[in-house]
C-alpha cells in the first residue's frame, strides 16, 4: 500500500514537471505547507503549556522551543 501511495506522489510530481513546474516551487510548497502546519500545532501547545504548566516562562521561548522540535 505504502508503495503504491509514493508512486502516486511520484507520478505527480512528474507530471507538474512537465507542464512546467520548477524543482524550486515544488519543493518550496512543501516547506511551505509544512511549516504553517507546524507554526499552528506550536501555538496550540504553547498557549496551552503557558497556562497550565510554565505561566511565568516567557511565550516566546517556549515557542521557538516547539517549533525547533518540529522542524
Do not use: Q
Request: net charge positive.
Amino acid at each position: 500500500m505504502f508503495r503504491l501511495l509514493k508512486e502516486k506522489e511520484y507520478k505527480n510530481k512528474e507530471i507538474m514537471k512537465l507542464m512546467g513546474l520548477s524543482d524550486f516551487a515544488y519543493y518550496s510548497s512543501w516547506i511551505f505547507h509544512y511549516s504553517l502546519i507546524f507554526v499552528i500545532i506550536g501555538l496550540g501547545f504553547t498557549y496551552e503549556i503557558v497556562v497550565a504548566v510554565f505561566k511565568n516562562s516567557n511565550f516566546v521561548c517556549i515557542f521557538l522551543w516547539f517549533l525547533l522540535f518540529y522542524m
